[in-house]
Structures are given as structure tokens and as C-alpha cells.
């Protein structure tokens, strides 16, 4: 089983909301990322978890917030976000941050910002 | 991370072998290639990985040059399916993160 489930699937929200993208794992992986993708461009490195610590974050606004809970889940809390914003949001997992391991993504969530 | 240079984009008939050149003369001897792809809409997939030997699995094969400096994904029949953008990523030995380049958009024809 190598799948990263997200949810939801799509996203619609106004610009004074606060919401939340999931993510889960069940493969034991320890690190976990996000990554933003805007149409017609490649994924963009947002987030790193390792260990359920953050390792890396790529300058992103602070109205993105991820948080570790435990070893199996990722979120991302939204809040005051901007139209531009609007994208796909992928979230991924591999069994450490050492080399030679897989990255494995899922399918995203599609963001609006209204 | 290396910088990976791809071909904007590629044709290909389908039920030939599609071949996609990466260009990575800067890698560093621990550096591995990767290569995702995506589908449109869809997660990145994982296709296949090395360091310095050619690897083969059930969906293609990489050839990663003597020099390391450049390597070709392989996709010894392509089907209809396998239209997608095509990612070539050399990650650093001691940091998996992966940062995405522009990639190849292959199409493949009837």
C-alpha cells in the first residue's frame, strides 16, 4: 500500500475563512510534505516534516499553517487566504528524509479562494 | 539540488519506445535521478530512481550515463495513458526533498 490520502478533494473559501487540508498516511513514513502547484507550473516546495518536528519552510505567507498531530497525519490550516492562492495543494510522504527513499504524493486538493 | 535541464516538450507514436533525455552536468556523486510524472489533475507518480547503475521496473527503464551527466527515461511501449508531464530530479544523498523543474510534456499519438 503506498497511498496518501487528502482531503477534501476540493475546496471552496472565502477570504475571511478558516479552513483545514488533511492528510494520511498508514505506510509508517516519517517525513511528510507539502507542496503547492499552480496551473501549467510544477509542484512547489511548501513544508517538511520530519519526525512530527518542521524541518524546512520555504517562506511561505504565514496565513499557511501546517501542523504534525502524530506520525500519520499532516494538515495545513488555511486562514485570510488571497485569490492567488487558489491551487492544487499536494501533500506527500517517504519513510525518512535520507536518500535513495521514494517520495510517494497524493492526489491533492483543490483550493479556491473566493 | 543539481539543476536538471528537459525538453519542453515530445511526441511520440504510441506502441513505440518514448525516450526522454535529462541533462544534470552539475550532480554530485551522491545525488540520485528521479523521474515522476503527472498526469493531468493528478498526484505526481514515481516512476523510477538511480545512482549510478541503469535500472529497469515494470513501467520503464533509466539509463544514467557513464559520466552521470545526463541520463534518458524509457517507455519501451507507449500507450495513450502515458500522456503526462514528465519530471527529471536529482536530490541531494542526505536530503530527500525534492524540488520540481519545468519537466516534459510527452504526448503520445495514435
Known amino acids: 500500500d503506498t497511498e496518501v490520502t487528502q482531503t477534501p478533494k476540493h475546496l471552496v473559501m472565502g477570504m475571511t475563512n478558516k479552513k483545514s487540508l488533511k492528510c494520511e498516511q498508514h505506510?509508517?513514513?516519517?517525513?511528510m510534505y507539502w507542496y503547492k502547484q499552480k496551473a501549467k507550473k510544477p509542484p512547489e516546495l511548501m513544508f517538511v516534516?520530519?519526525?512530527?518536528?518542521?524541518?524546512i519552510n520555504e517562506s511561505v505567507p504565514s496565513r499557511f499553517s501546517p501542523e504534525c498531530p502524530n506520525s500519520s497525519l499532516l494538515n495545513l490550516h488555511l486562514h485570510a487566504l488571497q485569490p492567488e492562492d487558489s491551487a492544487l495543494y499536494l501533500c506527500?510522504?517517504?519513510?525518512?528524509?535520507?536518500?535513495?527513499?521514494?517520495?510517494?504524493f497524493g492526489e491533492g486538493s483543490w483550493l479556491t479562494v473566493v | 539540488d543539481a539543476k536538471t535541464t528537459q525538453p519542453t516538450s515530445m511526441d511520440c507514436a504510441e506502441g513505440r519506445a518514448a525516450n526522454l533525455p535529462c541533462n544534470h552536468s552539475?550532480?554530485?556523486?551522491?545525488?540520485?535521478v528521479y523521474w515522476y510524472r503527472q498526469i493531468h489533475s493528478q498526484g505526481p507518480q514515481y516512476i523510477i530512481h538511480g545512482l549510478k547503475n541503469n535500472e529497469t521496473n515494470e513501467m520503464a527503464s533509466l539509463i544514467i550515463t557513464e559520466d552521470r551527466k545526463s541520463s534518458t527515461l524509457i517507455l519501451p511501449h507507449a500507450t495513450l495513458r502515458d500522456t503526462a508531464v514528465y519530471y527529471c530530479?536529482?536530490?541531494?544523498?542526505?536530503?530527500?526533498?525534492?524540488?520540481f523543474g519545468a519537466g516534459t510534456r510527452l504526448t503520445v499519438k495514435p
Open positions: 516534516y520530519s519526525y512530527e518536528k518542521l524541518s
Open positions: 552539475t550532480i554530485s556523486g551522491n545525488e540520485y
Open positions: 506527500a510522504s517517504s519513510p525518512d528524509r535520507l536518500s535513495g527513499n521514494t517520495i510517494y
Open positions: 505506510m509508517g513514513h516519517r517525513a
Open positions: 530530479i536529482v536530490r541531494l544523498g542526505n536530503n530527500n526533498d525534492m524540488r
